[in-house]
């Protein structure tokens, strides 16, 4: 099982981006898929999670700021940001539950 994780990029405060996690693995559909991030000198931290049904959870720094979804047909977890903020500004990764499978992770820098 591989994790391909994309999106990642340099975006003004206010600005929003997408990140992708694509999976290969049929066990994709049953398991819970997460988004983490870890900024300079901080201990990596779940952002958000969805599950197999699709319920979902975020922390509350980014509770109605960032949507995460996720496409069982592709294999693909989804993270919405949007209303960016500086403090936001990580390394990004998408990892599956109950697994060692980690995407190789994507920089996110939000900066003016």
């Known amino acids: 099982v591989q994790l391909q994780a994309s999106g990642g990029g340099l975006v003004q405060p206010g600005g929003s981006l997408r990140l992708s996690c694509k999976v290969s693995?049929?066990?994709?559909?049953?398991?819970?898929m997460g988004w983490y991030r870890q900024a300079p000198g901080k201990q990596r931290e779940l952002v958000a999670s969805?599950?197999?049904?699709?319920?979902?959870n975020y922390s509350d720094s980014v509770k109605g700021r960032f949507t995460i979804s996720r496409d069982n047909v592709r294999r693909t977890v989804y993270l919405q940001m949007n209303s960016l903020k500086p403090e936001d500004t990580a390394v990004y990764y998408c990892a599956m539950h109950n697994t060692n499978y980690w995407g190789q992770g994507t920089q996110v820098t939000v900066s003016s």
């Open positions: 693995g049929s066990i994709f559909r049953y398991n819970t």
């Open positions: 969805i599950t197999s049904s699709h319920a979902t």
